[in-house]
C-alpha cells in the first residue's frame, strides 16, 4: 500500500526566506504525486503535480517540486515566502489498485508559520 | 466556470444520529471523491463515484455511504453517527472517471461536530 510521510510538523521562515518542505512517498510503481496547500477553513487548492517528464515541477505562486526517485522524495521548494504563505501544505500520491479508484494518500500536513 | 460546493459549512449532531452532507461538482467534472480531514491529520480517502456508482471505497465502515446524481451532484450520508466521526468532510471533482493520475479539486468542507 502506498504511503506519504512528511517529516517536519511545523516549520517557521522569516518572510522574504526560502523554504524546502520535505515529503517522502512508498509506492511500487511510477507515482502520481501532488502538493496542496491548505488556508484554515478552507478546503484544498492544489499547487502542482508531477506524474512523468521532467523532474523539477513549476506550480503557482512561485512553488516548484523536485522528483527523486532514488531517494523517493517530492520536495517543495519556494525561493523566496511571503507572509501569505502561512498555511498547512499536503504532500500526496495517487493510485490505482486496478480494482478502482484508491483516491489520494495524503501526509500529515506540514504547518508553514512565516516570520515578520 | 464554477468551483466545487458543499452544504452546509457547519454542523452538530448527537452521537447515534445520522447525517447527509452535499457536494456539487465543478462544471465539466462527472467524478466526485469524498475525504475525511480529523484535525491535525491529513484528508483520508472515503470513496469515489462516476456515472452514479461506487468506483473505489477507503477504509471506512458501510455506515458510511453515499450517492451521485444525473447531474453529478453527490451525498456523503453517515449512519450511527460516533464521537470520531467528527471531522471536515471534503468534497473533491475531477474529469472523466478520475483516475490516480486526474487532479482533483477540493470544496471549502463540511465541518461535522459529533456531541
Known amino acids: 500500500a502506498q504511503s506519504v510521510t512528511q517529516p517536519d510538523i511545523h516549520i517557521t521562515v522569516s518572510e522574504g526566506a526560502s523554504l524546502e518542505l520535505r515529503c517522502n512517498y512508498s509506492?511500487?510503481?511510477?507515482?502520481?504525486l501532488f502538493w496542496y496547500v491548505q488556508s484554515p477553513g478552507q478546503g484544498l487548492q492544489l499547487l502542482l503535480k508531477y506524474f512523468s517528464g521532467d523532474t523539477l515541477v513549476q506550480g503557482i505562486k512561485g512553488f516548484e517540486a523536485e522528483f527523486k526517485r532514488s531517494q523517493s522524495s517530492f520536495n517543495l521548494r519556494k525561493p523566496s515566502v511571503h507572509w501569505s504563505d502561512a498555511a498547512e501544505y499536503f504532500c500526496?500520491?495517487?493510485?490505482?489498485?486496478?480494482?478502482?479508484?484508491?483516491?489520494?494518500?495524503f501526509g500529515k500536513g506540514t504547518h508553514l508559520i512565516i516570520q515578520p | 466556470e464554477t468551483g466545487v460546493t458543499q452544504s452546509p459549512t457547519h454542523l452538530i449532531k448527537t452521537r447515534g444520529q445520522q447525517v447527509t452532507l452535499r457536494c456539487s461538482s465543478q462544471?465539466?467534472?462527472?467524478?466526485v471523491s469524498w475525504y475525511q480531514q480529523a484535525l491535525g491529520q491529513g484528508p483520508q480517502f472515503i470513496f469515489q463515484y462516476y456515472r452514479e456508482e461506487e468506483n473505489g471505497r477507503g477504509n471506512f465502515p458501510p455506515r458510511f455511504s453515499g450517492l451521485q446524481f444525473p447531474n453529478y451532484s453527490s451525498e456523503l450520508n453517515v449512519n450511527a453517527l460516533e464521537l470520531d466521526d467528527s471531522a471536515l468532510y471534503l468534497c473533491?471533482?475531477?474529469?472523466?472517471?478520475?483516475?490516480?493520475?486526474?487532479?482533483?479539486?477540493f470544496g471549502p468542507g463540511t465541518r461535522l461536530l459529533v456531541l
Open positions: 462544471s465539466g467534472h462527472n467524478t
Open positions: 509506492y511500487g510503481a511510477t507515482p502520481y
Open positions: 473533491a471533482s475531477s474529469l472523466v472517471g478520475g483516475g490516480p493520475q486526474e487532479t482533483q479539486y
Open positions: 500526496a500520491v495517487g493510485s490505482n489498485s486496478g480494482g478502482g479508484a484508491d483516491g489520494l494518500t
